[in-house]
């Protein structure tokens, strides 16, 4: 079992409509979390971090973190053409407390116009 | 520099080559991180320095990957006897320090090598 597992998609979303992703991991001890967005041939950039549980809200994007169930999403609204993309979820555990992080094998999403 | 710089972007190395990919984080930055990411993969860590030591090399995946800082400032990895399993993106990242890492860092726009 992987440390940090997501759905490879793709998932295919509408314009406009909202995309949900999951993100589910299996060290209890993780303590921050990480979404990132990747285009093709580019390199990841963060466009999230949570690290209560509950939501956090960043423009379209909100995170959702549920420790107890060991899960992270991620909901993107109004979702437009240009968030077609690879979205990684990353995961520091307690035990890295100097930053290493843990990636699931991403979802491709792809916004049809 | 603004952000992380990596060269070259991109390699074409023969199996049995050695090559060298260089990683110039921003400055003044104590952390400096390693990851290689396989196609169709998520970044796999490889290597972490604080300053000019090296705290963690557990994802190097074998003998043949060798890091290093040795001023605390640039970093080389180099991969010897390269093989066709080590083509591979491979992206740098750094940090103001371990407490800030926690809080995420941006990635450098990597090194595609290609083993033939």
């Given amino acids: ?113 | 520099g603004a952000g992380v710089s990596q060269s070259p972007r991109y390699k074409v190395a023969k199996r049995g080559q050695d090559v060298a990919l260089r990683c110039d984080p921003i400055s003044g930055h104590v952390s400096l991180f390693w990851y290689q990411q396989a196609l169709g993969q998520g970044p796999e860590f490889l290597t972490y320095f604080q300053n000019e030591a090296q705290l963690d090399k557990s994802g190097l995946p074998s003998d043949r990957f060798f890091a290093e800082r040795p001023e605390g400032s640039v970093s080389t990895l180099k991969i010897q006897r390269t093989q066709k399993e080590d083509s591979a993106v491979y992206l740098c990242a750094s940090s103001l320090g371990p407490g800030e890492a926690n809080y995420g860092y941006t990635f450098g726009s990597g090194t595609r090598l290609t083993v033939v």
Avoid: H
């Fill in chain 1, 1 to 113: 079992q992987k440390e940090v597992e997501q759905n490879s998609g793709p998932l295919s979303v509408p314009e406009g409509a909202i995309a949900s992703l999951n993100c589910t991991y299996s060290d209890r001890g993780s303590q921050s979390f990480f979404w990132y967005r990747q285009y093709s041939g580019k390199s990841p950039e963060l466009i999230m971090s949570i690290y209560s549980n509950g939501d956090k809200e960043d423009g379209r994007f909100t995170a959702q973190l549920n420790k107890a169930s060991q899960y992270v999403s991620l909901l993107i609204r109004d979702s437009q053409p240009s968030d077609s993309a690879t979205y990684l979820c990353a995961v520091n555990r307690a035990t890295d407390s100097w930053g290493k992080l843990q990636f699931g094998a991403g979802t491709q999403v792809v916004v049809t116009p």
